[in-house]
């Protein structure tokens, strides 16, 4: 913890039954490591999107917040790794800064997903996996083009210290985040962890359906 000595790996499976004869999988390596004094990211969280027939890797957590990079077409590796682009930061930092640790920036676990005309680009800010003192929250904007910029609802650069609150902890649960967003038959929804309160805070699994307003962001009805 507190420290981006992190890498992302891939291995590669012809089946997901795990009962299947042909049910192995394959160790392709490193797609990308993060280095503490040389790299201003961490090589956590990753997801990929494919836009336009490009695939591109999301990730990122603290230092300089989430990261953005093209993948080659097999999905193995980083194209170009002098190419990393910054798509949200909950600080401002000069473009030559060198963090040497991420307090401060608690932004991570990116998710990209294509909506209409919009790339919508969710992320968890502040802390998890603190049980009672989770403050864990998810955040939005959106951009026209998959590398951005993005912004939230009041037009803020999320490279800036912007994004629209999703969710936020309440009585029941103490903090949510970390999510992903899949479409079953025609219908939007959103996977997260959440800590229960009627459970000391324990994490756990939630799945509820993502509706979208009529200016086309996504909201969580209760």
């Known amino acids: 913890m507190g420290k981006n000595t992190s890498a992302i790996g891939v291995a590669v499976n012809n089946t997901l039954h795990p009962f299947a004869a042909n049910y192995k999988w394959e160790d392709k390596g490193i797609m990308i490591r993060s280095v503490p004094g040389k790299s201003n990211f961490n090589a956590i969280d990753p997801n990929i999107i494919v836009s336009d027939s490009q695939p591109y890797l999301s990730f990122g957590s603290f ?25 949200a930061s909950r600080k401002i930092f000069a473009k030559d800064t060198l963090l040497l640790n991420g307090a401060g920036n608690a932004i991570e676990a990116p998710y990209i997903f294509k909506k209409g005309n919009y790339y919508y680009l ?15 929250k998810m955040i ?73 307003n009529s200016q086309e962001w996504p909201e969580i009805k209760r």
């Open 63 to 87: 230092w300089k917040g989430i990261m953005l990079v093209q993948l080659t077409n097999d999905l193995l590796r980083v194209a170009d790794a002098s190419a990393i682009i910054n798509v």
């Open 122 to 136: 969710f992320a968890s800010v502040d802390y998890c996996c603190k049980g009672k003192e989770s403050t864990y």
């Open 140 to 212: 939005v904007g959106r951009a026209d083009n998959i590398e951005g910029p993005y912004v939230d609802q009041l037009g803020k650069l999320m490279t800036e210290g912007g994004g629209s609150v999703l969710l936020k902890g309440d009585d029941k649960w103490y903090g949510v985040g970390h999510n992903a967003v899949v479409t079953i038959e025609g219908a939007d929804y959103i996977v997260y962890h959440g800590y229960d309160a009627a459970d000391n805070g324990k994490s756990k699994l939630r799945i509820e359906k993502l509706f979208w």
